[in-house]
């Protein structure tokens, strides 16, 4: 299939609005990206949901082991597996990017105790609603976490790789390119983060994005009739984050709100 068939207009407005999202102009001091990172952690985790669902379908993860039907699409899913569950750290040492992103939250000290309850919770045999709500985790994050796990677990094949490309590989260089630029901090105050975006920026411009949009358009090679059903997951991918930034900023407001009460009575 010649060029990118499913991006449309919309699209292309829903992904340009992610990358100069007002989120990132609210990242003006260390409490806020903190507050930030609580949030965006959950998207580091269910982000591997998709990305294991669609090694599930493109390679054979079962016994006894299977040819995969499309060689070319394995390769190019279990290159995407080997960089987000075992890259490297900053030192050379092996890590997932959930990893890093939580080493990135200790460095700068963003609380990791609710999502770590959350996995606890998980790994103990709970269900990931279950999970959520005992971890007390805001509404907003649960419900793009629910969306994204429906989408995994219930979602056709083309379904989970559009939103994969187009909600997560195709819009985060130019969204955390559009962090970097625009947040308030010093990146010496949050060295792990600025490798945890950068790193993604690379990956993902260089390799992954263009991996996923070659995965794709392999699928739709085959599914001439499923152009609608890709446009659709992925208009729903990326209306998903933009409701998790639009809350996260308003999230973020709120707590340089009651950061400036106390310095206000104090004056």
């Not at 010649?2 to 992610?18: F, K, M, S």
């Not at 990132?24 to 998207?43: K, T």
């Not at 446009?231 to 998903?240: G, K, P, S, T, W």
């Amino acid at each position: 299939m010649e060029g990118d068939a499913v991006l449309t207009p919309q699209i292309a407005r829903l992904r340009a609005g992610l990358e100069t999202h007002g989120v990132f102009g609210e990242l003006r001091d260390i409490q806020a990206l903190r507050a930030f990172m609580q949030v965006h952690v959950f998207a580091v985790w269910d982000f591997m949901s998709l990305v294991k669902r669609l090694q599930q379908d493109l390679t054979c993860v079962r016994l006894p082991w299977m040819p995969p039907a499309d060689p070319a699409s394995a390769r190019l899913i279990n290159d995407i597996v080997l960089a987000e569950e075992s890259d490297v750290d900053a030192e050379g040492r092996p890590a997932s990017h959930l990893d890093l992103y939580l080493k990135a939250m200790e460095d700068v000290g963003a609380p990791t105790r609710a999502f770590r309850h959350f996995l606890d919770l998980l790994r103990q045999g709970h269900g990931h609603e279950e999970a959520l709500a005992e971890a007390n985790v805001p509404d907003f994050v649960a419900e793009f976490v629910c969306d994204t796990l429906r989408t995994a677990t219930g979602g056709t094949t083309l379904q989970v790789m559009a939103s994969f490309l187009y909600g997560r590989e195709n819009v985060i260089p130019g969204m955390f390119q559009g962090l970097l630029d625009r947040w308030g901090l010093d990146t010496l105050q949050a060295p792990g983060f600025v490798y945890y975006l950068e790193r993604h920026i690379e990956l993902d411009a260089d390799e992954h994005g263009p991996a996923a949009s070659r995965m794709l358009a392999s699928l739709l090679g085959r599914q001439r009739d499923g152009l609608k059903v890709a446009r659709d997951a992925a208009r729903q991918a990326l209306n998903a984050r933009h409701r998790l930034w639009d809350c996260t900023a308003a999230q973020l407001r709120q707590v340089a709100t009651m950061a400036a009460e106390p310095e206000a009575a104090t004056a």
